[in-house]
């Protein structure tokens, strides 16, 4: 099992619609859990990060933690042309220095 | 502060040349990260560094080399470079919160 594994893209929504993307982890002891956006081209850069079990409002992004399931999730609403990127869950090891990544997943926002 | 800096932002190698990536960041970071990104695919870890003079493998560190004398520079050395080297490589440090701050990239093109 990877250590982190988000949901396969590419997922493609309407401009003003929400996107939902979601993000497994393995390490049941994990404790902090980030989102990156990466624009194509560019490099990943930090939107939300999350600490506790519930919500996280961020502007439009909403980050959800549910830490029995293991499961860290990531809205997106009013969605805008402008969040079009690759968005990468991302989740520290305890056994070592390492953050590891998930394989992203592209969300296109139609206009 | 700059945050992390990487040069040369592209650059072109003929099969068996070597180079220097160059890393630095200005964020007195003692973790910093060499990550390599193929298109479409998700990122690498080529090598770490927990301090000065400390340094480790990641999962893909072949073909590659690093050194960390000071708490600022990490710089990533390719031998004998490769086509299977072609790749975008990111340079990231980290913060005591276990954000990773990642430089703009270098885009290397192996002929």
Same mark, same amino acid.
């Given at each position: 099992?990877?250590?982190?594994?988000?949901?396969?893209?590419?997922?493609?929504?309407?401009?003003?619609?929400?996107?939902?993307?979601?993000?497994? #982890?393995?390490?049941?002891?994990?404790?902090?859990?980030?989102?990156?956006?990466?624009?194509?081209?560019?490099?990943?850069?930090?939107?939300?990060?999350?600490?506790?079990?519930?919500?996280?409002?961020?502007?439009?992004?909403?980050?959800?933690?549910?830490?029995?399931?293991? #499961?860290?999730?990531?809205?997106?609403?009013?969605?805008?042309?402008?969040?079009?990127?690759? #968005?990468?869950?991302?989740?520290?090891?305890?056994?070592? #220095?390492?953050?590891?990544?998930?394989?992203?997943?592209?969300?296109?926002?139609?206009? | 502060?700059?945050?992390?800096?990487?040069?040369?932002?592209?650059?072109?190698?003929?099969?068996? +040349? %070597?180079?220097?990536?160059?890393?630095? +960041?200005?964020? =007195?970071? =003692? @973790?910093?990260?060499? @990550?390599? +990104?193929? $298109?479409?695919?998700?990122?690498?870890?080529?090598?770490?560094?927990?301090? *000065?003079?400390?340094?480790?493998?990641?999962?893909?560190? =072949?073909?590659? =080399?690093?050194?960390?004398?000071?708490?600022?520079? &990490?710089?990533?050395?390719?031998?004998? *470079? *490769?086509?299977?080297?072609?790749?975008?490589? &990111?340079? *990231?440090?980290?913060? %005591?919160?276990?954000?990773? @701050? &990642?430089? $703009?990239?270098?885009?290397?093109?192996?002929?």
């Amino acid at each position: 099992q990877k250590e982190v594994e988000q949901n396969s893209g590419p997922l493609s929504v309407p401009e003003g619609a929400i996107a939902s993307l979601n993000c497994t #982890y393995s390490d049941r002891v994990s404790q902090s859990f980030f989102w990156y956006r990466q624009y194509s081209g560019k490099s990943p850069e930090l939107i939300m990060s999350i600490y506790s079990n519930g919500d996280k409002e961020d502007g439009r992004f909403t980050a959800q933690l549910n830490k029995a399931s293991q #499961y860290v999730s990531l809205l997106i609403r009013d969605s805008q042309p402008s969040d079009s990127a690759t #968005y990468l869950c991302a989740v520290p090891s305890q056994s070592d #220095y390492k953050l590891s990544f998930g394989a992203g997943t592209t969300v296109t926002v139609r206009a | 502060n700059a945050g992390v800096t990487q040069t040369p932002k592209f650059r072109i190698l003929k099969i068996g +040349q %070597s180079m220097t990536l160059q890393c630095t +960041q200005d964020m =007195n970071h =003692n @973790y910093m990260y060499w @990550y390599r +990104q193929d $298109p479409g695919m998700g990122l690498k870890l080529i090598y770490y560094s927990v301090g *000065a003079g400390i340094t480790d493998k990641g999962e893909v560190p =072949n073909g590659y =080399n690093v050194s960390r004398s000071t708490t600022e520079d &990490f710089p990533l050395r390719l031998e004998l *470079a *490769a086509p299977s080297q072609t790749s975008v490589y &990111f340079c *990231a440090s980290r913060s %005591s919160t276990d954000t990773q @701050y &990642f430089g $703009p990239g270098t885009r290397l093109t192996v002929l």
